[in-house]
């Protein structure tokens, strides 16, 4: 079963209330994905997520740590593996993607067979400097579930 859901913000704000609502309805164990060009707010989006989960340190890209952890009502995990592409290195992904928290990959695409069989991709596009449009897809029927919950909200 798959589902997908399709909305624009026009403000920071917006885009921090929509990842706030999305993060009401996950539960430890879920993986997104987030996919978007570089500016396109794949981080904004993650820092409304880490709100929404409570967690009160400042988010920022894990560029060049690759993955940073954040305490919150669930753990955060924050994945940057843009600099995985052509790389073998697995660096305990299983871990992450079935441990007690969330976690939040960017640039899934170079570990795409590390991912789990089932998660929630989100890909944001850049319309102009205040708009962005996001597309939800589901991959498993939880993450169908999740996504129609958040169209209620």
């Known amino acids: 079963m798959s589902e997908t859901y399709k909305i624009e913000t026009h403000t920071e704000l917006e885009t921090n209330t929509l990842a706030k609502r999305l993060a009401l309805l996950l539960k430890a164990g879920d993986v997104i994905t987030l996919e978007g060009d570089l500016g396109a707010g794949k981080t904004t989006f993650t820092k409304g997520l880490a709100q929404g989960l409570g967690i009160k340190r400042t988010v920022s890209s894990p560029t060049f740590t690759i993955v940073k952890e954040y305490s919150g009502e669930l753990p955060l995990y924050h994945m940057d593996v843009y600099r995985l592409e052509n790389s073998d290195e697995d660096i305990g992904f299983d871990e ?24 929630l991709n989100i890909n944001i596009t850049y319309v102009d400097e205040h ?10 029927s939880h993450y169908a579930d999740v996504i129609n919950e958040l169209k209620r909200l």
């Open 96 to 119: 992450y993607f079935h441990g007690n928290g969330i976690t939040v990959i960017e640039w899934a695409q170079f570990i795409e067979e590390y991912l789990p069989k089932n998660f």
């Open 131 to 140: 708009t962005r449009a996001f597309e939800f897809m589901s991959v498993g």
